[in-house]
C-alpha cells in the first residue's frame, strides 16, 4: 500500500481521498471521448457492436483510473489497469481485422503480442516511471498509422496523429517526478490520452462511415 501512495508526485504519499485532485478530475477526458466519440458515430449512423465495445471500454478507463487516483489500493489500480488493457485488445483487433484487413490469425495473433509484451514490461518501473507498460502499444498504433496512411482515405492521419499524442502523454508520464511542480505531470498524460482514444475511435468510425457508404453504392 505505502508503494502505490507513492507512485504520483501529486499525491506524494498522503492517503487522503481527494490527494491527488487533478489527476482525479482530469480522467473527465476519458469520459468526453467516448461521448465525442459516440456523437459522431450517432451522426454517421454506425453506432455498432464494435463502436459500442470503444466507447463504453474509453468512459470505464476513467471511472477506473478516478477510483486509482482517489483510492489508492491494489484492487483499484487493476480497475484502472484492465479497462485500458481491453480498449487495447479490442481497438487493435478491430483495426486490424476490419481497417486493415489482416486475416483474424494475424489480427489475433498481434493482440496478444501485445498485451504479453504490456504486461512483462509491468514489473519494471524504471526507465520511465512505469511507462514501459505501454511501449508496444504505442508501437502498434504507429505501425497501424503507417499502414492507414499508407491506404488512404479519408483522414489517412488520424492514428500516426493519436501515436504522436500518445508518445507526448508518455514524455508527460514518465516525468511526473522529475519536474519542479507540485502536482506532477501525471495529469497530462489523462489529458492527452483522452485525445488519443477520441482520434483511435475518431478512425474507427471513420472506416465505419465509408464502408457502409461504399456498401450502398454496391448495392
Known amino acids: 500500500m505505502h508503494g502505490l501512495l507513492n507512485l504520483y508526485r501529486e499525491r506524494s504519499g498522503n492517503p487522503e481521498f481527494w490527494a491527488e485532485?487533478?489527476?482525479a478530475l482530469t480522467n473527465a477526458?476519458?469520459?468526453?471521448?467516448?461521448?465525442?466519440?459516440?456523437?459522431?458515430?450517432?451522426r454517421r449512423a454506425v453506432v455498432t457492436e464494435g463502436s459500442w465495445l470503444l466507447i463504453v471500454l474509453a468512459a470505464t478507463i476513467g471511472v477506473g483510473s478516478?477510483?486509482?487516483?482517489?483510492?489508492?489500493?491494489?484492487?483499484?489500480?487493476?480497475l484502472?489497469?484492465?479497462?485500458?488493457?481491453?480498449?487495447?485488445?479490442a481497438f487493435f483487433w478491430l483495426a486490424g481485422?476490419?481497417?486493415?484487413?489482416?486475416?483474424?490469425?494475424?489480427?489475433t495473433s498481434l493482440v496478444v503480442a501485445v498485451v504479453s509484451l504490456s504486461f512483462a514490461a509491468m514489473p519494471l518501473y524504471k526507465p520511465l516511471n512505469g511507462s514501459l507498460f505501454y511501449l508496444p502499444a504505442l508501437l502498434t498504433i504507429t505501425g497501424f498509422g503507417l499502414a492507414t496512411y499508407l491506404k488512404g482515405g479519408p483522414e489517412p492521419l488520424l492514428l500516426l496523429?493519436?501515436?504522436?499524442?500518445?508518445?507526448?502523454?508518455?514524455?508527460?508520464?514518465?516525468?511526473?517526478?522529475?519536474?519542479?511542480?507540485?502536482?506532477?505531470t501525471h495529469f497530462l498524460w489523462h489529458l492527452l490520452n483522452g485525445?488519443?482514444?477520441?482520434?483511435?475511435?475518431r478512425a474507427w468510425i471513420i472506416h465505419l462511415a465509408v464502408e457502409k457508404v461504399a456498401a450502398g453504392i454496391r448495392l
Open 161 to 184: 496523429a493519436a501515436a504522436g499524442v500518445f508518445a507526448t502523454a508518455i514524455c508527460a508520464r514518465s516525468l511526473d517526478w522529475s519536474v519542479p511542480l507540485p502536482i506532477g
Open 66 to 78: 478516478f477510483l486509482f487516483h482517489t483510492c489508492a489500493t491494489s484492487s483499484t489500480m487493476w
Open 80 to 89: 484502472d489497469i484492465i479497462p485500458i488493457a481491453l480498449f487495447q485488445i
Open 29 to 42: 477526458s476519458f469520459v468526453l471521448a467516448a461521448f465525442a466519440a459516440w456523437n459522431l458515430a450517432s
Open 195 to 201: 485525445v488519443v482514444l477520441y482520434l483511435a475511435m
Open 97 to 107: 481485422r476490419y481497417m486493415l484487413n489482416l486475416p483474424v490469425w494475424l489480427s
Open 21 to 23: 485532485p487533478i489527476n
